[in-house]
């Protein structure tokens, strides 16, 4: 690929407080209330962080996500101030509600594997009876999950939400609010760009009593794309060729074709170099054809260096 991947970080910024190494985000805390995020090249899978990471897929991912958030900041404030080098974002540190918030608007993935086993409920949301994969609901459903820092995130309904304190009622109806507004305007510039927005999640924090969104958005690690052409084309009746994904879906469907679905015990396949570019250039369509941009690849150089020059220079200098 011609760069080396970022598979982890430890740096020691100005003003450091902690440091957590998430599934695929290094999050630097500065006092109480600044984060620096470095997002890796890390990977994860079935909630397993795979052992090769991806070249450039820290910055796809980092990039997308600044994009995004500028695009929905008049529907929610969020959490970004600024963004000092490709991989690296560095905003507003809130306290995160323990809800994944997940709305789907057609039968895919998850919400689909969960149908053809003859589940006709998700997350206390009543699913139609006679739909197909891909078919769109009738609405947009939200089907929120725990958020765990370990182990598998879980189904849960809006009453265990607030049966547990997750979210107050009056907080569960602003973060769906939000949810909601977020996902049409999500598929808007997905249309506008060729693709079809399948299914997304947020994550929302707290600051100054109020909720602000957090973390990425509509990034292929929180989303599920489809070309809009042969999703349209499947949808409206040519069955002969699934939908064309650009999602992460591709990555779990290759694990799953060897024999891994993230149980415990199982090992994990060997991602060859060929796989890894793959996944890689995967990364870098999506960016162009969502961000309708052309990818930059870093110069040349120690990515480690580069990053740890760029964030210094910009807590010296605020900017």
């Given at each position: ?249 591709f990555l779990r469907e290759w694990l799953m074709d060897k024999g891994f679905s993230g149980e415990a015990g199982q090992p994990v396949p060997e991602l060859d170099d060929a796989f890894i570019n793959q996944v890689s250039e ?38």
């Open positions: 690929m011609g760069t080396q991947a970022i598979s982890t970080t430890d740096f020691k910024f100005p003003g450091q407080t902690e440091l957590f190494h998430g599934k695929v985000r290094d999050v630097y805390s500065l006092g109480d209330d600044k984060l620096i995020i470095v997002v890796t090249d890390r990977v994860s899978a079935f909630d397993v962080v795979l052992p090769r990471g991806i070249p450039y897929k820290g910055q796809v991912l980092n990039q997308l996500a600044a994009h995004f958030l500028e695009k929905t900041a008049d529907i929610v404030p969020n959490w970004l101030q600024a963004v000092p080098d490709p991989t690296v974002s560095a905003g507003l540190k809130a306290d995160p509600v323990k809800v994944e918030m997940v709305i789907r608007g057609c039968l895919v993935g998850h919400a689909w594997r969960e149908y053809k086993a003859g589940k006709r409920e998700l997350c206390g949301v009543a699913l139609p009876e006679g739909m197909q994969e891909y078919d769109s609901f009738p609405a947009p459903i939200i089907t929120p999950t725990t958020k765990e820092d370990i182990g598998h995130d879980e189904d849960i309904t809006e009453d265990q939400i607030i049966e547990h304190n997750l979210a107050t009622a009056e907080e569960w109806k602003q973060l769906c609010d939000y949810t909601r507004q977020l996902f049409k305007r999500g598929q808007e510039m997905a249309r506008e760009q060729g693709l079809v927005l399948a299914d997304t999640k947020y994550e929302f924090g707290r600051l100054d009593g109020k909720i602000i969104l957090i973390d990425e958005v509509h990034t292929p690690d929180s989303s599920r794309y489809f070309y809009a052409d042969s999703y349209d084309k499947y949808v409206g009746g040519d069955k002969a060729e699934a939908p064309r994904q650009l999602s992460k879906e995967r990364y870098i369509e999506l960016y162009e054809q969502m961000s309708g941009q052309t990818f930059v690849k870093p110069a040349a150089g120690d990515p480690l260096k580069r990053i740890e020059t760029n964030v210094i220079g910009y807590l010296e200098t605020g900017a």
